[in-house]
């Protein structure tokens, strides 16, 4: 999208600016969960704790053992965060393990995805899309009527759907904790002309809501395995809000220039998903990057940006591999001739070789999002090991200490970047459709520097 710069970047600029809101959802602590009820909601994400599993069969507890020394890990994260205009109910599951002897190794951290397929919400969305093709139908009809000499009775119509398909509800994390009337509260509102249906919808939702609720509460832990493995305890509430970065500086150029810029998505800023990384010997920009753009919100334990850019924490191998360095011209080896070799520029590419296809269904995978340094503070904290009330300023040393190095003993990890099947597929090993799904997914882990 082409814009036009009314005027030359000015100091004062900064001071009439605001915030500019990114694609990035925060995930933050938001005090301990105490009721049981909670406990057993898969829809309510968490921060530590034991996992409230989807899948109507109990996962085997071998999914949290960790492939180093082959113990149960403790959970780091929960998160519900169903695809929109999906039947099925989604939610992921990362455990971590602490033991020293396993710290830069991979399979120290895994993540799993778990889905169940929502009946009741299915046949919503089946009602919900005949009555769209049906209106969308009588729609070009109707231009054909007023149109009938320039409509060519050949050629295809196809309705335009600006709908990201990955794209998200403002619910995820469970800020509430319905699978229905949360996970997928951003899908288009029914028309007027179907406000009984609306209701009828509210009530479906408010069963299923339900229904959710009670499944998770009788498929309770207290004979299963999972009640032995290791956690973090008390569990947080894992809530969400938006990231928002200070308004990049405007570029001193004419006032009659254009400037091309990525296209918004949502209203929102994209810009600095194209934000290229220098190839430099002297200095990790790459770190340095990550230090400023973590700064900004020190809390954060979780970014999450379904289809979007993981935030690179170092420059090390896999960050080689995410953001390769770019083909370049081969420079002149004629003395006469000579050229101005320019920085090279390093962008995402989620075509990198480190990405596998899904094993299931061999789709491509995707980035999802990443756990932050902060994240082991609050495990940490919640072990009892600091109690203190935190100031802003006292917190923000602590995460700048930890970004530099200064991990205690345990987790060692800087981020970890969890990349999910593309089609959130569903296929058992004969190729057909399932209603329960637990299936792991890949983690590429960057370590403390």
């Not at 169903?82 to 120290?108: H, I, T």
């Not at 050949?154 to 009337?181: A, E, K, M, R, Y």
């Not at 800023?269 to 770190?287: G, H, R």
């Not at 920085?343 to 756990?371: A, H, N, V």
Request: charged fraction near 25%.
């Amino acid at each position: 999208m082409a814009s036009s710069v009314e005027e030359d970047w000015s100091d004062s600029d900064e001071e009439l600016g605001s915030e500019v809101e990114t694609s990035v959802l925060l995930g933050i602590p938001d005090g301990p969960i105490t009721s049981v009820n909670e406990l057993a909601d898969a829809a309510v994400s968490r921060i530590g704790g034991h996992s409230a599993f989807l899948p109507a069969n109990e996962p085997p507890i071998s999914s949290s053992q960790c492939k180093i020394c082959s113990f149960p890990m403790e959970l780091l994260v929960q998160m519900w965060c169903p695809f929109e205009n999906s039947p099925m109910d989604r939610a992921l599951y990362v455990w971590g393990c602490a033991n020293p002897g396993c710290q830069r190794k991979n399979g120290s951290v895994r993540a799993w995805r778990g889905l169940r397929f929502n009946e009741k919400y299915a046949a919503e969305l089946e009602a919900k899309t005949a009555r769209k093709r049906a209106q969308e139908e009588t729609k070009r009809q109707a231009e054909q009527a007023k149109q009938p000499s320039k409509t060519n009775p050949f050629s295809l119509q196809v309705s335009s759907n600006t709908n990201n398909p990955f794209g998200l509800g403002t619910q995820i994390f469970g800020d509430s904790p319905s699978p229905v009337s949360g996970a997928n509260s951003s899908i288009d509102d029914m028309e007027k002309d179907h406000s009984s249906e609306d209701e009828e919808s509210e009530t479906e939702s408010t069963t299923s809501e339900q229904s959710l609720l009670t499944a998770m509460t009788n498929t309770t832990l207290s004979e299963s395995a999972w009640t032995a493995a290791p956690a973090y305890s008390p569990p947080l509430y894992l809530s969400t809000t938006s990231e928002y970065l200070p308004p990049q500086p405007k570029p001193k150029i004419s006032s009659s220039a254009a400037v091309s810029e990525p296209a918004a998505e949502g209203g929102k800023d994209i810009s600095w998903a194209f934000e290229p990384y220098e190839n430099s010997l002297e200095v990790d920009q790459v770190f340095e990057q990550f230090t400023k753009r973590v700064g900004y919100e020190g809390e954060q334990c979780i970014r999450y940006e379904l289809h979007g850019t993981p935030l690179p924490f170092s420059s090390d191998k896999v960050f080689e591999s995410l953001f390769p360095i770019p083909n370049s011209d081969p420079l002149p080896v004629t003395k006469p001739e000579f050229k101005v070799v320019l920085p090279q520029k390093r962008t995402y590419s989620p075509t990198s070789g480190m990405l596998s296809p899904c094993p299931s269904c061999r789709g491509k995978r995707i980035f999802e999002c990443q756990l932050m340094p902060n994240l082991i503070n609050i495990l940490r904290d919640v072990e009892g090991k600091t109690t203190k009330k935190l100031t802003d300023e006292e917190r923000r040393a602590a995460v700048q200490k930890n970004l530099r190095g200064g991990f205690e003993k345990g987790m060692e990890w800087g981020t970890c970047m969890i990349f999910s099947c593309e089609n959130d597929c569903r296929i058992d090993l004969d190729g057909k459709e399932v209603k329960d799904v637990w299936r792991e997914e890949l983690v590429l882990v960057q370590w403390d520097v």
